[in-house]
């Protein structure tokens, strides 16, 4: 039997969509009182790895921060994490608890961040959407794309950057000590996640 591919090129009703949401869907009476996260999961931007709908947690129960691999040595993490302490805390509400969850088939980890400058460095006219604008190789430097070295398996891999990361935000200053953090990796294939000790 042919797989099922999901196709993204019809055009998609937004204001529709959000018109029907608001009025048929939305379950919560009253979302300004009380609103109030169960964790927080850092996870990949890919919209197959949907914490939202694998952990099965409700609307609102999860703050989800995305960036390409679910990478936690990013500026936008901590500084979101930390906020989020802080202003939910002084509201009695603080979080107490992050996931890290990366997944199976990233794209994320098909790149080192030399392959990655060398792409940008090169220019491509042919390459999809055609070449950079003037000034990109210059950005790209001081960026930290955080490729990840190819060498092992994929799972490998995977456990390595989920530890990694783990660690990063348990040692970090700014995220207390009562904060748990949790590693986990989500097959796209099975859709099992699988809790990584560290
Ligand atoms: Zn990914």
């Known amino acids: ?5 999901l196709t993204t090129n019809e055009p998609h009703d937004y204001a529709g969509a959000n018109h029907h949401y608001a009025e048929h869907v939305f379950p919560v009476r009253n979302p300004v009182a009380g609103s109030r996260s169960r964790c927080v999961v850092v996870t990949c931007s890919d919209p197959r790895c949907s914490p939202e709908h694998f952990f ?5 129960e999860a703050t989800v921060i995305r960036n390409e691999g679910g ?7 901590i500084r979101t ?4 302490s802080l202003l939910m805390g002084s509201a009695g509400q603080a979080i107490n608890e992050v996931l890290v969850v990366h997944h199976t088939d990233c794209v994320a980890y098909a790149f080192s ?6 792409m940008i460095a090169k220019n491509d006219d042919a390459a999809p959407g055609g070449p ?15 490729g990840v070295p190819t060498g092992g398996s994929e799972y490998e891999r995977l456990v390595r950057c989920v530890k ?12 207390k000590p009562s904060i748990h953090i949790s590693g986990w990796i989500y097959d796209i294939k099975t859709r099992h996640a699988e809790k990584i000790e560290s």
């Open 132 to 146: 950079f604008k003037a000034g990109a190789l210059t950005w790209a430097e001081g960026l930290n794309f955080m």
């Open 81 to 84: 994490v930390v906020l989020l």
């Open 56 to 60: 099965k947690l409700k609307e609102q």
């Open 1 to 5: 039997m042919a797989e099922t591919v």
């Open 164 to 175: 990694q990361d783990v660690k990063f935000l348990r040692s970090h200053p700014l995220l």
């Open 71 to 77: 990478r936690t040595a990013d500026p936008a993490v």
């Open 113 to 118: 961040n030399e392959e990655l400058m060398e």
